[in-house]
């Protein structure tokens, strides 16, 4: 992995908001939800992304029970001035991995917040986001209690995750939020209609999870194993019926990555690229060998020719399965 930190381009985050790095590095895989992972090859995958020039960090403090955190605090320790964290907080776990369900009540803001900081091992988190819309709470609440630990030092910027465009808009009437953070990828459109015009509007960036549709679009089949703690065998779009019809949908994009030489998840990511040049990809690369393939997704080339093909061969909806289990779905503030 080169050292060089220019291969990376870098654009503000939010309307004049700070510089982050184009591509961001998702940290959730390594801790939870897709089975085990190498701890040292995690931590040298963090590095390497580091060395590329990624400086965008994501995480959650619920990723692992914590676990996320103290992984990027081994890094931290030493590159802190290289990051840029950002932390997703609210999702309530029990002890057998269980969500038991969302909390982001301002003082429970302030609590997430304290257990964070010592576990990250750093002074201040440089984007806060409730991981949810919590419907128990009202949005300028929370937003209110981010304010006061933004005023405070603790907190830089502020973000939302899976909001709609009501909570956006109530959220911002607050305070400045720089980015919203949405599951956006070929098969996963549903932001385009109701919530891209507003983040236009209010200067709002998208950092988009899922840009590879948890691995469903890779030119290797992931068959999740929920024997090993793969959680992606309960997700609909994984079931044998909805698997096999979206495996014909990644054949099609196999064949238009062949012929422009790259694979099915780099085509996939450079579609988030010419699709929206102010979208932040998050790549959930567990491994250097992925983390390589998702960088050179950035020297790939997708025309308006390529995106009317890929369009034409996997429309809107075209995808078997929701993204998350029903009573997910249900939750989230994105898709009401």
Known sequence: MSTTHSSIPRKPLGKNGPLVSSIGLGCMGMSDF???ADEAESLRTIHAALDAGIN???????????????????VLKERRNEAFVCVKFGGLRAPDYSFIGLDTRPVAVKNFLAYSLKRLGVDHIDLYQPAR??????????????????????????????AGPDTIRKAHAVHPI????????????????RILPVVD?????ITAYG??????????PVVPDRSKGDHR??????????????????????AIAKRKRCSVAELAIAWV????????PLVGARKVVQLEEALRATSVKVSPIDLAEIDQAVPPGSVAGDRYLAEQMAMLDSER
Do not use: C
């Open 273 to 280: 690229f010419a699709r929206r040049p102010d979208i932040i």
């Open 56 to 74: 965008l960090l994501d995480t959650g403090d619920f990723y692992g029970m914590g676990h996320n955190e103290m992984l990027l605090r081994q």
């Open 178 to 193: 720089a980015a919203l953070q949405i599951e956006y990828s070929i098969v996963s459109r549903s932001i385009e209609e």
């Open 133 to 162: 819309v919590d419907p128990a709470v009202p949005i300028a609440d929370t937003i209110g209690a981010m304010v006061e630990m933004k005023d405070k030092g603790y907190i830089r910027y502020l973000g939302l995750s899976e």
């Open 201 to 205: 509007e209010l200067g709002i960036s």
């Open 233 to 254: 065998a309960f997700l609909p779009r994984f079931q044998p019926d909805n698997f096999k019809k979206n495996q014909l949908l990644v054949e099609t994009l196999s």
């Open 34 to 36: 897709y089975g085990s």
């Open 211 to 220: 840009v590879l549709s948890r691995g469903l679009l890779s030119s290797t």
